[in-house]
């Protein structure tokens, strides 16, 4: 079955300390993309990728770190995580942007709380 | 209808009937357009997408419809059924490339279905 697998499902972590969520995706994608959503400010662009060892930044990428280092995996890493990036995080992947009836995959989310 | 920033707007119709839910996005630049739904504890899923060189398209019981002198992007879902109750974003790729690699999301609108 095509998936996007987040890991993991709810996090509830303290101030200062350092977390990774893994996205994996099983449907051989070359873009993968971070978001955020936070209510009343829907889904907003942390980082992406467009292929192995390329990224860049979305609209929101501060206090975030991300690599690519296989095309299946896309982990994002808080190094310092503060309690502003609490908010409910999505991983997703496409084939190939902008490619009609190819869209964004999204993965079932990762709470994350921080105390 | 939802708009980047405002408060999440609600829609209730009775089953079996038709719905509209409209987006108004800002960006004139903007080529391509997507629309989620997205249920509780859910990612958000993929229903219909359309280009600018569009002004409808047809999927299986929704319809998207461009207004690019209005900016303004509708999505009808005919014959609604329970199933149906989500909350639905509009997403754009504000021109700044080929695709959709960087998409910026509306607030959303909850859809609820009435028995």
């Known amino acids: 079955e095509a998936q996007v697998t987040q890991n993991p499902r709810y996090l509830i972590t303290v101030t200062g300390k350092k977390l990774t969520v893994t996205c994996s995706q099983n449907?051989?994608?070359?873009?993968m993309s971070w978001y955020r959503q936070d209510p009343g400010l829907g889904l907003r662009q942390i980082y992406y990728?467009?292929?192995?060892?390329?990224?860049d930044k979305g609209d929101v990428p501060e206090g975030y770190k991300v690599s690519r280092k296989e095309k299946r995996n896309f982990p994002l890493i808080l190094e310092s995580p503060s309690p502003n990036q609490t908010s409910l995080y999505f991983c997703?992947?496409?084939?190939?942007?902008?490619?009609?009836?190819?869209?964004?995959?999204f993965g079932d989310g990762t709470r994350l709380s921080i105390l | 209808g939802e708009s980047v920033g405002l408060h999440l707007p609600t829609l209730s119709v009775q089953e079996g009937d038709n719905s509209i839910i409209n987006c108004a996005y800002s960006?004139?630049?903007?080529?391509?357009f997507i629309w989620y739904k997205q249920e509780s504890g859910k990612g958000p899923q993929f229903i219909i997408d359309?280009?600018?060189?569009?002004d409808k398209r047809q999927g299986q019981r929704v319809t998207v419809l461009l207004n690019k002198t209005v900016k303004h992007l509708s999505l009808q879902i005919a014959a609604t059924q329970p199933g149906d109750s989500a909350v639905y974003f509009c997403?754009?790729?504000?021109?700044?490339?080929?695709?959709?690699?960087?998409?910026?999301f509306g607030t959303g609108t909850r859809l609820t279905i009435i028995p």
């Open positions: 960006n004139s630049a903007s080529d391509y």
């Open positions: 997703a992947s496409s084939l190939s942007p902008g490619v009609m009836d190819q869209p964004q995959h």
């Open positions: 997403a754009e790729n504000n021109g700044s490339n080929f695709g959709n690699e960087k998409l910026t």
């Open positions: 449907m051989n994608h070359e873009y």
């Open positions: 359309i280009r600018s060189n569009m």
């Open positions: 990728s467009m292929n192995v060892e390329v990224t």
